[in-house]
T-cell receptor
Framework: RKEVEQDPGPFNVPEGATVAFNCTYS??????FFWYRQDCRKEPKLLMS???SGNEDGRFTAQLNRASQYISLLIRDSKLSDSATYLC??????????FGTGTRLQVFP | DAGVTQSPTHLIKTRGQQVTLRCSPK?????VSWYQQALGQGPQFIFQ???????QRGNFPDRFSGHQFPNYSSELNVNALLLGDSALYLC????????????FGPGTRLTVT
């Protein structure tokens, strides 16, 4: 089983839509989780940190289900600028971050 | 507040050569991690430096080595370059204690011909 699994997409949604990405992870000992967004050929940028059951920041909501080893990201009222690849990243031993290949989102007018 | 900086931005090398990449962490951070990102893949952890020591290492050969300086900046060295080493090399900084959030620099794009 891969350490992190995400649907690669692409998810093509119209502006204003609500979209959700799912992520499963294999290491049950992971304590911290991060969502990064990455634009084409750019560095990953930290979008949200999740240390307990979830987190909300404006249009973005993350939910963590430790029993199922599953984390989700919900984006409400999608904007064109939300188009990017979204990476679900559990924190492994010490500070090691474990990246999957991410989910690509394309928001169209 | 300066973020994470990396140099150079782009680099072209030939097989068998050696390369050194540089990273300066975000102000207030003391830990530097290096990642390799091949096209279409997520970043892969190479190693991490804290207090000038390699604290953890990913599944990369000994051709990949690093160093951290007293001012927390870091270098990544790759010897005997292979075509497969062509990738975006990312440096991320964090605080050794606390939230463990990592912030990435813009990366160095290495092309090996």
């Amino acid at each position: 089983r891969k350490e992190v699994e995400q649907d690669p997409g692409p998810f093509n949604v119209p502006e204003g839509a609500t979209v959700a990405f799912n992520c499963t992870y294999s290491n049950s000992a992971s304590q911290s989780f991060f969502w990064y967004r990455q634009d084409c050929r750019k560095e990953p940028k930290l979008l949200m940190s999740v240390y307990s059951s979830g987190n909300e920041d404006g249009r973005f909501t993350a939910q963590l289900n430790r029993a199922s080893q599953y984390i989700s990201l919900l984006i409400r009222d999608s904007k064109l600028s939300d188009s990017a690849t979204y990476l679900c990243v559990p924190r492994g031993d010490t500070d090691k971050l474990i990246f999957g290949t991410g989910t690509r989102l394309q928001v169209f007018p | 507040d300066a973020g994470v900086t990396q140099s150079p931005t782009h680099l072209i090398k030939t097989r068998g050569q050696q390369v050194t990449l540089r990273c300066s962490p975000k102000s207030g951070h003391d830990t530097v991690s290096w990642y390799q990102q091949a096209l279409g893949q997520g970043p892969q952890f190479i190693f991490q430096y804290y207090e000038e020591e390699e604290r953890q290492r990913g599944n990369f050969p000994d051709r990949f080595s690093g160093h951290q300086f007293p001012n927390y900046s870091s270098e990544l060295n790759v010897n005997a370059l292979l075509l497969g080493d062509s990738a975006l090399y990312l440096c991320a900084s964090s605080s050794g204690t606390g939230t463990y959030e990592q912030y990435f620099g813009p990366g160095t794009r290495l092309t090996v011909t």
